[in-house]
């Protein structure tokens, strides 16, 4: 297939739904940063290596961590962190207003997938208005970089503590992330542009006829 005739339309979400706005959320679990996990619990996603770098760090108990859905790892996971107040295991969260409600709450979301293709939950946390952290893996540091902090999935064990410290140690940063990350999203990740830009494709094929 010659370049030329190759289109990319990528992911797209509403970003009037996923938008930054108040929630009472993190008053309600008594943090003051909040660090958001939303999708499957499953081994590929290294929901662990997120929550042993959180545990790590010995936050103050006002720090908390969330973890939003349901999978393989997730009883175990709870096991593991019974004792750590600061975790919280959602399991899954099937109602939109309550995920647009911790969305809306949350410092810091990260996904430390080793596979990816581009996450819909990435995308809907950048829309929200969240500094993001993510692995280089799929086209998820092609939307991120710039506007996030991409890790390298080889050194997610020695990245991913040092990305969580500089974001709860630099709020100036971690909002200017958010900010940025809100501009990349409604830019280029918005469901009714990537519709309009389906439409011209088609109109494109038509007259090519």
Same mark, same amino acid.
């Not at 996923?18 to 939303?38: E, F, N, Q, R």
């Not at 709870?78 to 949350?106: C, M, N, P, Q, S």
């Not at 996450?119 to 829309?127: G, I, K, Q």
């Given at each position: !297939?010659?370049?030329?005739?190759?289109?990319?339309?990528?992911?797209?979400?509403?970003?009037?739904?996923?938008?930054?706005?108040?929630?009472?959320?993190?008053?309600?679990?008594?943090?003051?940063?909040?660090? $958001? @996990? #939303?999708?499957?619990?499953?081994?590929?996603? /290294? !929901?662990?290596?997120?929550?042993?770098?959180?545990? /790590?760090?010995? &936050?103050?108990?006002?720090?908390?961590?969330?973890?939003?859905?349901?999978?393989?790892?997730?009883? $175990?996971?709870?096991?593991? @962190?019974?004792?750590?107040?600061? #975790?919280?295991?959602?399991? @899954?969260?099937?109602?939109?207003?309550?995920?647009?409600? #911790?969305?809306?709450?949350?410092?810091?979301?990260?996904?430390?997938?080793?596979?990816?293709?581009?996450?819909?939950?990435?995308?809907?946390?950048?829309?929200?208005?969240?500094?993001?952290?993510?692995?280089?893996?799929?086209?998820?540091? %092609?939307?991120?970089?710039?506007?996030?902090?991409?890790?390298?999935?080889?050194?997610?064990?020695?990245? &991913?503590?040092?990305?969580?410290?500089?974001?709860?140690?630099?709020?100036?940063?971690?909002?200017?992330?958010?900010? =940025?990350? =809100?501009?990349?999203?409604?830019? %280029? @990740?918005?469901?009714?542009?990537?519709?309009?830009? !389906?439409?011209?494709?088609?109109?494109? &094929?038509?007259?090519?006829?």
């Amino acid at each position: !297939v010659l370049p030329e005739r190759v289109r990319v339309i990528p992911n797209g979400i509403d970003v009037t739904t996923y938008s930054p706005g108040p929630s009472d959320w993190k008053a309600s679990v008594g943090a003051t940063v909040l660090v $958001s @996990y #939303i999708g499957r619990v499953d081994p590929e996603k /290294n !929901v662990g290596d997120l929550l042993k770098a959180f545990h /790590n760090l010995n &936050l103050p108990p006002d720090h908390k961590a969330v973890v939003v859905g349901n999978g393989m790892e997730l009883s $175990s996971l709870r096991r593991k @962190y019974r004792d750590d107040h600061r #975790i919280i295991f959602k399991g @899954y969260v099937g109602e939109l207003r309550e995920r647009i409600r #911790i969305l809306r709450a949350t410092d810091i979301f990260v996904l430390p997938s080793s596979i990816e293709g581009l996450s819909l939950a990435m995308l809907e946390a950048m829309a929200s208005g969240i500094a993001v952290v993510a692995t280089d893996v799929g086209a998820d540091a %092609e939307a991120l970089r710039g506007a996030g902090i991409v890790i390298d999935l080889a050194a997610l064990e020695e990245q &991913l503590p040092l990305a969580l410290r500089l974001l709860i140690e630099y709020p100036d940063f971690r909002r200017n992330l958010a900010a =940025r990350a =809100r501009q990349r999203a409604v830019r %280029e @990740y918005s469901l009714e542009t990537n519709i309009d830009r !389906v439409v011209e494709l088609y109109r494109e &094929l038509t007259n090519d006829e």
